[in-house]
């Protein structure tokens, strides 16, 4: 990461929707792996110009089929992309690539979290894509477009998604434990509040299916609850605040006593272990932006498909977000300029909602049939697009700094989920602020 000299220094924020900026969208390639579109390695074809993307997770291009529709439309373009599932381990990468001008992708995905450093730090590396012919800013969220502008007004991102948060359960487990399954009903179990929410989980630990836990993961967890402040790591000043602010740390202890109580499972977000307990069915809730329920279909098993659920959660919040950037020093500046507004057109932007669940940053499309008629194959007749485009709406407007990710990676994976190692809250938080600190002192 880049140097920084003082935890404390004033910073560039950008004002934006709602996103907890965890920076962990996962998906399901291996970390640094190709994957061409036609299957190849490469994804080159005979005298045709190939365009490449530097992904992290799922966004769920390839799998709507809209890598294989551009190519239909445009005969001489191949299209491949290179994939790391953990944006923590994408983006150094990225920022290496950038400041050293090599080894950079034609088009580059940008993390929310990390939109604000990029913007204030590596905007002259990228191109000013407010100038692409037929783009129209108004096609976005107002303040999806803000994320990724500076503030001399060049635009080096495209917005692909928003995570408006719900909540998805399992309903075979919340009956097998006596709770309700209806989701009006499981959204006023909890109303309002998210110490409600924990309490649901130890109603549904004394009834518990054998080797079940409430929910995924203490990240999943606090991810959530933060998800619905305005602010958390930075202040309007951009000053940071993580420490300071009691909402983090009553986030941080709310999550520390789930874990306590064997709540929440032990594992890490977004790791082939965690993946097992998808798989295997082994919790009953997760904090659930639409992007994750690609995640869930992808790795679950065949006999889950309809028993999931959506429910609206204790306060409206989002997670998750990204852009579409193209370095200026690209082989193929151009086309790969048409490709990524062609890509985050509201268009595809609903296409790719109808088949993966990524939420258009697109506000047109939020009455569309597309998206107001939208289904899952794992949440049966769960009207998806009404629920989460009520969600967008209601979410609050937060705050984004440049560090966020680093911040609120030191309080997942090393913060809450030591509580369920053994160690105390106090030492988990005292862990987390260490390696935080030490990371923003870098």
């Given at each position: ?16 929707v ?32 190939t ?8 966004f769920?291009?390839?799998e ?19 994939v ?38 590596q ?59 209806d989701?009006a ?27 079940t ?37 009553a986030?941080?202890?709310l ?145 984004i ?23 105390s ?18």
């Amino acid at each position: 990461m880049r140097a920084r000299t003082r935890t404390a220094r004033r910073v560039v924020v950008l004002a934006a929707v709602a996103s907890l900026g965890a920076g962990l969208l996962a998906g399901c390639a291996d970390d640094g792996g190709d994957d061409a579109s036609d299957g190849s390695s490469s994804g080159s074809g005979k005298g045709k110009t190939t365009i490449t993307l530097g992904l992290f997770g799922t966004f769920g291009f390839k799998e709507a089929g809209l890598y294989a529709e551009y190519e239909k439309l445009n005969p001489n373009i191949k299209i491949a992309e290179n994939v790391t599932e953990r944006n923590e381990n994408y983006y150094p990468a990225l920022v290496n690539h950038l400041t050293t001008n090599s080894g950079l992708q034609d088009i580059q995905a940008v993390e929310v979290g990390n939109i604000a450093e990029v913007v204030t730090t590596q905007a002259a590396k990228l191109q000013d894509l407010s100038k692409v012919s037929g783009v129209n800013k108004s096609d976005w969220l107002d303040s999806k477009w803000a994320q990724a502008t500076t503030q001399d007004g060049k635009t080096i991102g495209f917005g692909t998604d928003v995570g408006p948060m719900a909540v998805c359960y399992r309903k075979d487990l919340f009956e097998a434990a006596g709770l309700p399954t209806d989701r009006a009903e499981v959204a006023k179990l909890w109303a309002g509040d998210w110490n409600k929410f924990v309490s649901v989980g130890e109603r549904y630990k004394a009834k518990a299916p054998k080797g079940t836990t409430f929910m995924d993961s203490p990240g999943g967890l606090i991810n959530a609850i933060l998800s619905s402040e305005e602010e958390k790591f930075y202040d309007s000043s951009g000053e940071v605040i993580y420490k300071t602010n009691p909402a983090v740390k009553a986030a941080f202890d709310l999550t520390a006593k789930a874990a306590e109580e064997g709540l929440v499972g032990a594992q890490t977000q977004f790791q082939p272990a965690w993946d097992t307990t998808i798989a295997n069915s082994k919790f009953a809730a997760m904090a659930c932006p639409p992007w994750m329920l690609g995640y869930i279909k992808g790795k679950s098993k065949p006999d889950a498909a309809g028993k999931w659920d959506v429910a609206v959660p204790p306060k409206s919040g989002n997670w998750g977000g990204s852009f579409l950037a193209v370095p200026s020093s690209g082989k193929n500046v151009k086309e790969a300029e048409k490709l990524a507004a062609w890509l985050t057109a509201p268009a595809q932007q609903a296409k790719l909602f109808k088949v993966q669940g990524s939420f258009p940053s697109a506000p047109s499309t939020y009455t569309q049939a597309e998206v107001t008629g939208a289904k899952n194959e794992m949440t049966g007749d769960a009207p998806i697009g009404t629920i989460f485009a009520e969600a967008a709406k209601s979410s609050p407007v937060q705050v984004i700094g440049p560090k966020d990710q680093i911040i609120q990676q030191g309080l997942t994976d090393n913060g809450v989920i030591l509580v369920t190692k053994g160690k105390s809250a106090k030492e988990a938080w005292e862990t987390a602020t260490k390696t935080i600190d030490n990371n923003l002192d870098k």
